[in-house]
């Protein structure tokens, strides 16, 4: 009874030593990867390329504005009596709201033009992250570039269809359910059930299940070489995790602790927003460490067990 006992306590032992030793080896061999790769600078690459789109982005959004003030007459004499109520009548002040007057009558005059030119640099620009990821993949998964400047550059394009595609499936169902809930709210018996609470949880999931099938994509099949399906899976989950648990975790502490609102005033979005952008690049380049760093250990042990079956 008491060899059972001992027998059993070596065993629990020495397999929590090896788990102990397995998860310290591969902690190190994460850690190697990420000064390998050089984790900052593929970040800051992947940040700088998200930036650079939103310049398109500003002047579509220009050009949809101009074509809301010029089909009513109403809204540029309007938006002139409010710049009127905020601007006090000294020069200065004359001088900006004839400014940005201007401004108003150029985005109306050259709506389409703007249109134009903003979704062809959207496209440059967005074909140019898709370009900056890929290289990152690359770095990370140890493969070298095989496709030409002109293939990559269609392959960017579909990718940005695909993106495309699941951001507005992922509005059209927030709008479906929310809808529904709203249709579902009116009859007693299911509030009872607690539906309408259950259905507010769905949108929340819907962009997680969506946001995880667009990483698994990018992980997947964005490097010209096609890494492991077990590297992807893994590079996903810890992407989609640390992502939902970092947002969550952010968005608390602006809301309760953050001074940056009160210091930096109506400029606070733009410092969240690129804190956002360039933690949301390092989760990415850290979770296709973690795949590739998986996919290595888990190779390099099926490699030992058949050497030692020989």
Known sequence: MSDSFFTRWYRRTRSTFRFLRAATLFIRTVWKRMAEVDILLLASAISFSILLTMIPVL???????????????????????????????????????DSIMQVVADMI?????????????????????????????????????RRGVIVSFVHDLGFLFLAFILLLIANLSIWVVGFLGHQLAQYQALQSLFIPEFLQTIPTGLVIILTAVLFYIVYGHLADTKPPSSAAVVSTITMTVLWVISGKVFGVYLRSYSLIGSVYGPYAFLLVLLLWVYYSSVIFVFGGIIGEVYWETVHRRESEGSRAAL
């Not at 005059?109 to 370009?131: C, E, H, N, Q």
Request: cysteine-free; overall charge positive; charged content about 15%.
């Open 59 to 97: 002047i579509i959004f220009a050009a949809f504005v101009g074509i809301i003030l010029h089909g009513s007459e109403v809204s540029v004499p309007e938006f002139a009596k409010v710049l009127d109520a905020i601007f006090p009548a000294q020069p200065f002040a004359t001088s900006i709201k």
């Open 109 to 145: 005059a050259y709506r389409t033009s703007l249109g134009i030119v903003g979704f062809g640099a959207l496209l440059v620009t967005a074909s140019f992250v898709f370009d900056i990821l890929r290289t990152a993949l690359h770095r990370i998964y140890r493969i070298k570039r």
